[in-house]
């Protein structure tokens, strides 16, 4: 069963460095072999250009970026392009209202993908809270892409719990 994580350690996310270096996470070229890699509504430069949007509109503090990720067992799907066609597919429906990227994860067993988002819309410089009506619609999302790829259930875990994505 795959696991849905959303990174939300209190202050990881709040600095003024924190779009730089959770993206330099996602983007190791270690974890990242066959660059399964993407953005939606953001180009090449896309920490300047996230914060930028937040600077536009007022709202460069707090919580500067979100991020989470969704990892599959091997019983789930041991083949990447698979796990990179949903991350697109979450990517494409966040990406209407935030600046997102994406990478898949191969230096694990469990393949996994990452998902950081912009906190500020650039739609209109709405502010993602991840309230409960926020987290199931990006849950149901998630669920939907898997559907299409014979995935039926997945499992949350807040970074509060023991469990850990690898």
């Known amino acids: 069963m795959p696991v849905m994580k959303v990174a939300n350690k209190k202050g990881t ?5 924190a779009r730089s270096l959770l993206y330099d996470y996602i983007m190791q ?6 660059q399964l890699v993407g953005r939606e509504s953001v180009g090449a430069n896309v920490v300047e250009e996230m914060n930028q949007t937040a600077q536009q ?5 707090r919580i500067r970026v979100r991020h989470f990720m969704v990892s599959y067992t091997p019983f789930d799907t041991t083949d990447p392009t698979v796990v990179d066609a949903i991350a697109r597919e979450v990517a494409a429906y966040l990406g209407q209202r935030y600046q997102v990227v994406y990478a898949v994860h191969e230096d694990t067993k469990n393949l996994h993908f990452h ?6 819309s650039y739609v209109d410089g ?3 809270h991840g309230d409960k009506a926020e987290h199931f ?6 669920n939907a892409a898997n559907h299409r790829y014979g995935i039926y259930s997945i499992k949350y875990v807040s ?5 850990d994505i690898q």
């Open 13 to 17: 996310h709040q600095n003024e460095n």
């Open 29 to 34: 070229p270690n974890k990242i072999p066959h």
């Open 57 to 61: 509109f007022n709202k460069d503090s």
């Open 115 to 120: 998902i950081m988002f912009n906190a500020v």
């Open 126 to 128: 709405y502010k993602y």
């Open 137 to 142: 619609q990006l849950l149901n999302a998630i």
């Open 159 to 163: 970074t509060l719990s023991d469990e």
